[in-house]
């Protein structure tokens, strides 16, 4: 499960560099119900893992 967001806003924080389509995009998520978001969020850490699996095996 994902932890709260954090009290500092994004663009004073180590994110300051997300474009303003994928903070579009999250605050969309945002908005969605709980069980929405945590689909939303299984399938990018499922994508994530996917790439970073892919990237190591070409090594």
Do not use: C, W
């Amino acid at each position: 499960m994902h932890s709260a967001a954090p009290s500092t806003p994004v663009k004073y924080g180590e994110y300051k560099h997300i474009d303003n389509e994928t903070l579009k995009r999250l605050k969309e998520v945002q908005g969605l119900d709980s069980d929405a978001r945590a689909h939303v969020f299984a399938t990018i850490d499922a994508f994530i893992k996917a790439a970073r699996l892919k990237s190591f095996a070409a090594l």
